[in-house]
């Protein structure tokens, strides 16, 4: 039974289709710079397919995506109709979705309707959704959210302290993202340890291009470090995360900017690029760092201070703390990182062995073995999450 998910970002598409008998992937691939000029990169077991397609728009890359899935040399699929459900993910829920839903014309008028929310994510969503009605009339499509996995937060970790009216007016609070990432890994983790997660306090960081972490106690999260938009919180890539609110009317007011560009810079050219001045990827921050670029020195002490910083917050909020979980492409791949962190936490009871540390690509405890606190590596799979989610939603 073959499962289609769809992730579109303002630009972009990427899909997945899973064989959801054994789980396996069938073809994965991106078409980027939709309305722009248009590229698709297709991949399956028979190899990497690339090509430039004119992509005016959304439903123009989708018809391309399911015609590379038929295609005689590079698909997967002899007709459509073996295509039974498609997944989307969808970053902003707000307040309406704590699970996975069917999309129906009211979901679909929820989703929009929390976009002011999340205007850079949720219209991008809306259209990769339409865009498979367009193209799988009667298909049936499921929303899976990045924000479900937080509803279960209590009132004291996603309220701001600002007058209670604007939470009542505009459901100004913490939301939180990446829930999809972290329920899996917790979930991963668990079984990694052999442990019920209804007994385990785990603080899973998702390490990538956004980062947050969240406390999960018992299975549920309990709070997370990105807020109403995805800008709260850590150091990431490009974004400021935690900053002192008045510093944005201060640059404003300096610079002479706009609210709009001021948004712009604390969401595209700061973190650790803003920090470096020399990138927002940590591969080029190392090699920079090891060349004795010192900003480069500064935007990864800053990035591993704060990730410590939240590990001990969320202990103390837990009261209690069994295992950090690691993942997504930093947390996945960069053990320097890894390495960092753990060693702000040996307090804690946190201990790493340097061997197992430096392994990659498998889920695995890199404790050392008299650690109290463990420490894991789990590979995420947002896309294997949305796949059964779809399933289950649907009773397929
Ligand atoms: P996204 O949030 O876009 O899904 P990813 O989870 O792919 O992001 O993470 C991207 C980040 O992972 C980049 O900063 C990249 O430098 C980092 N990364 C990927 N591979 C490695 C590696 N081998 N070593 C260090 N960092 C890595």
């Given amino acids: 039974m073959y499962v289609l998910v769809i992730n579109a970002g303002s630009s972009s598409l990427k899909y997945q289709l899973l064989n959801m008998t054994d789980e396996s992937v069938l073809a994965k691939g991106l078409c980027e710079r939709i309305g722009i000029d248009g590229r698709l990169v297709h991949e399956t077991d028979k190899g990497k397919h690339t090509a430039d397609h004119a992509m005016p728009d959304h439903g123009a890359a989708m018809a391309i995506v399911l015609d590379s899935l038929l295609d005689a040399n590079h698909g997967v699929l002899k007709s459509k109709a073996e295509i039974k459900a498609v997944g989307h993910r969808v970053v902003h829920g707000g307040e309406a979705f704590a699970a996975s839903v069917e999309i129906t014309a009211e979901v679909e008028a929820a989703i929009e309707a929390v976009s002011e929310l999340a205007p850079l994510h949720n219209p991008p969503n809306l259209t990769g959704i339409r865009a498979c009605k367009q193209h799988m009339p009667g298909v049936p499509q499921v929303a899976v959210f990045d924000t479900a ?202 201990s790493i062995d340097p061997a197992k540390n430096a392994k990659r690509g498998e889920a695995l405890d890199i404790s050392a073995p008299d650690a109290k606190v463990r420490v894991l590596v789990v590979p995420t799979n947002e896309e294997l999450v949305i796949a059964r989610d779809t399933k289950t939603v649907l009773k397929l």
């Fill in 149 to 350: 996995f937080h509803q279960t937060m209590p009132e004291k970790a996603y309220l701001y302290a600002i007058d209670y009216a604007l939470y009542e007016k505009y459901k100004i609070r913490r939301y939180g993202f990446h829930g999809t990432s972290h329920k899996y890994v917790a979930a991963q983790g668990a079984e990694l340890l052999g442990r019920p997660q209804s007994e385990l306090k785990i603080v899973t960081c998702h390490l990538g291009n956004g980062v947050s972490l969240c406390a999960v106690d018992k299975g549920v999260s309990v709070d997370t470090s990105m807020g109403m938009t995805p800008l709260e919180g850590l150091a990431m890539g490009t974004r400021c995360g935690d900053i002192d609110p008045a510093v944005v009317q201060f640059i404003m007011e300096k610079e002479g900017i706009s609210a709009q560009e001021a948004g712009d810079l604390l969401n595209k050219k700061s973190g650790v690029l803003g920090i470096s001045g020399v990138s927002s990827d940590f591969r080029d921050l190392c090699a920079a760092a090891e060349g004795g670029n010192l900003r480069a020195c500064a935007a990864m002490d800053v990035f591993a201070y704060r990730v410590a910083g939240y590990i001990g917050r969320y202990a103390a909020c837990m009261n209690g703390l069994d295992a950090v979980v690691f993942t997504a492409g930093i947390g996945e791949n960069d053990c320097g990182i890894r390495e960092r962190v753990c060693a702000y936490l040996t307090w804690f009871g946190v």
